[in-house]
């Protein structure tokens, strides 16, 4: 059983900057990418950050310039880096792992999620 668990969120003004790590149980075999999402109440999820098998990454437009998805591979943590924050960052973030070379922003293709941390940009 994969087992996701994301920690960092919480509040933080307008401009400013929060890292949220998600520890996972390493892979026993097999391919994975993994990736950060959000869901904003009323919204509906979408796709932050991806980091593929071979590290390659990919973003989200709004964020851009702003976040920086990260792996430890020898202690089995994904990172999101999170700067120069917006209001409309404010959601619950969940991170997300597939059992496939590269992901996509698609989270149907997700096979394990974590239960999420709350992040608010408020001043």
């Known amino acids: 059983e994969v087992e996701l668990l994301e920690s960092g969120g919480g509040s933080v003004e307008p401009g400013g900057s929060l890292k949220l790590s998600c520890t996972f149980s390493p892979s026993t075999s097999g391919d994975y990418c993994m990736a950060w999402f959000r869901q904003a109440p009323g919204k509906e999820r979408e796709g932050v950050a991806i980091?593929?098998?071979?590290?390659?990454?990919s973003y989200r437009e709004s964020v851009k310039g702003r976040f920086s998805i990260s792996q430890d591979n020898a202690e089995n943590i994904l990172y999101l880096e999170m700067n120069r924050m917006e209001p409309q960052d404010t959601a619950t973030y969940y991170c997300?792992?597939?059992?496939?070379?590269?992901?996509?922003?698609?989270?149907?293709?997700?096979?394990?999620w974590g239960r999420g941390t709350q992040v608010t940009v408020s001043s």
């Open positions: 997300a792992r597939a059992r496939k070379f590269y992901c996509t922003m698609r989270a149907n293709i997700y096979n394990y």
């Open positions: 980091i593929n098998t071979d590290g390659s990454t």
